[in-house]
């Protein structure tokens, strides 16, 4: 079965410093991995995703992420956060097999960026 | 940029009422989908939709609910006989330009429907 794990509920930064949100996977084919963002009392926002090709994807928003099959990670990153990028983020993949293209999403990360 | 549009944002209902949510998915999307957030809970998936009739549906998704398209553009979600569990926000979603898999699904804002 597929899944997603975020396992921190929270992260917390301080601006222009660089952030990591974390994300592991668990597929039983090839991944195809997303992360989206939710601002309060907003729907989910498209960020990044990673189909093939190059481990590391380029964002909206100057995020990036990183692939890492052997760790069957796709942890988010960015070099310098800033205080608007505070909202919850969150992971989500589709496995090549899955039949319409439902995603299975993580549980989410709240990012607190303080100035 | 076109979006999914969901009404109403809000929707407050006494418990075994029925409440139908609507969504306006983007223009020429094909498949459609309903996705539920109970409040500090992760976004779960509840049904998916296309060339008329449900292609997947989660165990959540049981006999209290449907989803129907009813014209070229409204896709909507009804909850038979609510009950105060349901209570959570409602996201629609849509994709299905090209390649299916790699395409990222576009939600609507979701309705935020609380049953008393």
């Known amino acids: 079965a597929q899944s997603v794990a975020q396992p921190e509920d929270q992260v917390n930064v301080a601006e222009g410093n660089p952030l990591t949100v974390k994300c592991t996977y668990s597929?039983?084919?090839?991944?195809?991995l997303f992360w989206y963002v939710q601002y309060p009392n907003r729907g989910l926002q498209f960020l990044l995703k990673y189909i093939t090709g190059d481990n590391l994807v380029k964002g909206s928003y100057g995020f990036e992420a990183e692939f890492n099959k052997s760790q069957t990670s796709f942890h988010l990153k960015k070099p310098s956060a800033l205080v608007s990028d505070s909202a919850l983020y969150f992971c989500?993949?589709?496995?090549?097999?899955?039949?319409?293209?439902?995603?299975?999403f993580g549980k989410g990360t709240k990012l607190s960026v303080k100035p | 940029e076109p979006e999914v549009t969901q009404t109403p944002s809000h929707q407050v209902t006494q418990m075994g009422q029925e409440v139908i949510l609507r969504c306006v998915p983007i223009s020429n999307h094909l498949y459609f989908y309903w996705y539920r957030q109970i409040l500090g809970q992760k976004v779960e998936f509840l049904v998916s939709?296309?060339?008329?009739?449900?292609?997947?549906k989660s165990e959540i998704f049981d006999d209290q609910f449907s989803v129907e398209r009813p014209d070229g553009s409204n896709f909507t979600l009804k909850i038979r006989s609510t009950k105060l569990e349901d209570s959570a926000m409602y996201f629609c979603a849509s994709t299905g330009l090209r390649g299916l898999r790699n395409s990222p699904l576009h939600f609507g804002n979701g309705t935020r429907l609380t049953v008393t």
């Open positions: 939709f296309y060339n008329n009739e449900i292609s997947e």
């Open positions: 989500a993949v589709r496995d090549e097999r899955g039949s319409q293209g439902n995603l299975i």
């Open positions: 597929v039983s084919g090839n991944p195809y």
